[in-house]
Structures are given as structure tokens and as C-alpha cells.
Nanobody, 127 residues
Framework: QVQLVESGGDLVQPGGSLRLACAAS????????IGWFRQAPGKEREGVAC????????RYGESVKGQFTISRDNAKSTFYLQMNNLKTEDTGVYYC????????????????????WGRGTQVTVSS
């Protein structure tokens, strides 16, 4: 199982930006997929972005496409979620998820493909 620690969550005003980080216990040569998910009170978990190490394939949830960007620092085994033009509906707990040993595509639709999860970091967008 991959150890994951999220950081960077904060209170931010609408229109602001925030960058989340996920420190992961993976190595540069590993095969893995990384996903970012979020959950707001009263709502179901929603996939927002994911990355596959093979060919660095990236996918985004439709609700955040063009607004969020996922990236990685391979040497540091750290994954980022850059969030721009934040809106109140972006409020929620953001989770980093991982699955290792795979060469398949990542998913922002099926959370069950990930077997490792961080504890999450709170993002609050409010004026």
C-alpha cells in the first residue's frame, strides 16, 4: 500500500488560487496511477484529476477541466493539484489516491481502482 500525505488546503476567496501537494511513497521507476478526489458535505465523492506514470497520461473531471492542473515532481515523489479561479462549489475535502503496479489508464470516474488513500486536506472557498 502507498503512503500518501496531502497538504496545502486553506481558506481562499472566490477567484483565488491554491496548490495542493501529495507526498507519496513511490519511486521514479514505479508504475502507478495517482488520483485527486474531493467530497463536500452532503455530496458524493467526485474525481477531479488523475495521472498515469506510463506516458504521463492525464485526465480531468468535466467540472474542473481547464480550471485545475495535475502535475508531478518525479524526483521528490510529490504530486500537485493547481487550482485556479476557485469557486464556492470547489469547497470540500480533497484526497490523494494511488494504485501501484499498473500500466493501465487512471480514472476520475471509478474510485474503486485506487487502493491507497490519504486522509485529505480541507479546501474552503468563501468570501
Amino acid at each position: 500500500q502507498v503512503q500518501l500525505v496531502e497538504s496545502g488546503g486553506d481558506l481562499v476567496q472566490p477567484g483565488g488560487s491554491l496548490r495542493l501537494a501529495c507526498a507519496a511513497s513511490v519511486s521514479p521507476g514505479d508504475y502507478y496511477i495517482i488520483g485527486w478526489f474531493r467530497q463536500a458535505p452532503g455530496k458524493e465523492r467526485e474525481g477531479v484529476a488523475c495521472l498515469s506514470s506510463v506516458d504521463i497520461v492525464i485526465r480531468y473531471g468535466e467540472s474542473v477541466k481547464g480550471q485545475f492542473t495535475i502535475s508531478r515532481d518525479n524526483a521528490k515523489s510529490t504530486f500537485y493539484l493547481q487550482m485556479n479561479n476557485l469557486k464556492t462549489e470547489d469547497t470540500g475535502v480533497y484526497y490523494c489516491a494511488a494504485e501501484t503496479g499498473t500500466t493501465g489508464a487512471c480514472s476520475v470516474r471509478d474510485a474503486w481502482v485506487y487502493d491507497s488513500w490519504g486522509r485529505g486536506t480541507q479546501v474552503t472557498v468563501s468570501s
